[in-house]
Nanobody
Framework: QVQLAESGGGSVQAGEFLRLSCAITKMPYWKYCFGWFRQTPGKRRERVARIGIDGSISIDADSVKGRFTISQDSANNKLYLQMNSLKPEDTATYYC????????????WGQGTQVTVSS
């Protein structure tokens, strides 16, 4: 069964960095797009970044452009989100997700990891 498990969240000060990891099991990379999403209470889940089947990268949240990067390590079945120059508004629960054949359904999710940025 496909599984995604995030780690690396925590509490930091504004301006600091974190790197989130997502362990991916039982999922052939070549069939899926992968992405990072975030959500705060009372707000819609927002897609932050994604990697396509061809390895193409898209940073989808305007507020993180220039600060966040997404990458994957196919050999070790890991997805990463490098978050630099963190701001209090980046505080959220972050989720990694997989989208079969990049069809836009995003049917596979991790349990989420909390990121808290204080000023």
């Amino acid at each position: 069964q496909v599984q995604l498990a995030e780690s690396g969240g925590g509490s930091v000060q504004a301006g600091e960095f974190l790197r989130l990891s997502c362990a991916i099991t039982k999922m052939p990379y070549w069939k899926y797009c992968f992405g990072w999403f975030r959500q705060t209470p009372g707000k819609r889940r927002e897609r932050v970044a994604r990697i396509g089947i061809d390895g193409s990268i898209s940073i989808d949240a305007d507020s993180v452009k220039g600060r966040f990067t997404i990458s994957q390590d196919s050999a070790n079945n890991k997805l990463y989100l490098q978050m630099n120059s963190l701001k209090p508004e980046d505080t959220a629960t972050y989720y990694c997700a997989a989208d079969a054949l990049c069809g836009g359904t995003w049917g596979y999710w991790g349990q989420g990891t909390q990121v808290t940025v204080s000023s």
